[in-house]
């Protein structure tokens, strides 16, 4: 079964400053990894999504993440954050085959942008 | 306007009722899901459906029950054997395949009184 894990529940950074959210995942094969934002009382909204190819993924609003296989890490980062930023970010996980094409969903990390 | 509509945005339930929460899609995706979001939790899977008239449980189906009679619709209904129903719901439509994001809809705050 696949699993990921979120080991920080928030991440404080200073506007202006790189911010880094990590995620490591637990997956037989090829991993599909997604990343996404929740603003208080809404739904998720997609960021961006590793596949296959380029271990550095862009994606909305000026976020990137990179994906490292040897440490089945997948971490989102942005160089310049803004307060705007500050959000719950959650780390999914599909398995290549089989599954139902379910996601399964890390904990959440609560990213806080302080001016 | 294409997306996922659910439906109320906040719900309140007495005791022993049953509630039934909306879901419809204008995407045309074959894939519907429901997940709950509790404080410190994340997102849990309650039920799927990748067609018309199937759908499988997830991790938490226990107390919930769903019908898929239609693609664009995934009604959810918390049933009275759900113990501890208070929470954020979320329904979710994607594509088929392994590679594809799934969007959200705006989620419905049930609250037990």
């Known amino acids: 079964a696949q699993s990921v894990a979120q080991p920080e529940d928030q991440v404080n950074v200073a506007e202006g400053n790189p911010l880094t959210v990590k995620c490591t995942y637990s997956?037989?094969?090829?991993?599909?990894l997604f990343w996404y934002v929740q603003y208080p009382n809404r739904g998720l909204q997609f960021l961006l999504k590793?596949?296959?190819?380029?271990?550095l993924v862009k994606g909305s609003y000026g976020f990137e993440a990179e994906f490292n296989k040897s440490q089945t890490s997948f971490h989102l980062k942005k160089p310049s954050a803004l307060v705007s930023d500050s959000a719950l970010y959650f780390c999914a996980v599909r398995p290549p085959t089989g599954g139902g094409n379910k996601l399964t969903f890390g904990t959440g990390t609560q990213l806080k942008v302080e001016l | 306007d294409g997306g996922i509509t659910q439906s109320p945005k906040y719900l309140f339930r007495k005791e022993g009722q049953n509630v039934t929460l909306s879901c419809e899609q204008n995407l045309n995706h074959d894939a519907m899901y429901w997940y709950r979001q509790d404080p410190g939790q994340g997102l849990r899977l309650i039920y799927y459906?990748?067609?018309?008239?199937?759908?499988q449980k997830g991790d938490i189906a226990e107390g919930y029950s769903v019908s898929r009679e239609k693609k664009e619709s995934f009604p959810l209904t918390v049933t009275s054997a759900q113990k501890n129903p208070t929470a954020f719901y979320l329904c979710?439509?994607?594509?088929?395949?392994?590679?594809?994001?799934?969007?959200f809809g705006q989620g419905t705050r049930l609250t037990v009184v």
């Open positions: 997956v037989s094969g090829n991993p599909y």
């Open positions: 459906s990748q067609i018309v008239n199937d759908f």
């Open positions: 979710a439509s994607s594509t088929l395949g392994p590679n594809t994001e799934a969007f």
């Open positions: 590793y596949i296959t190819g380029d271990n």
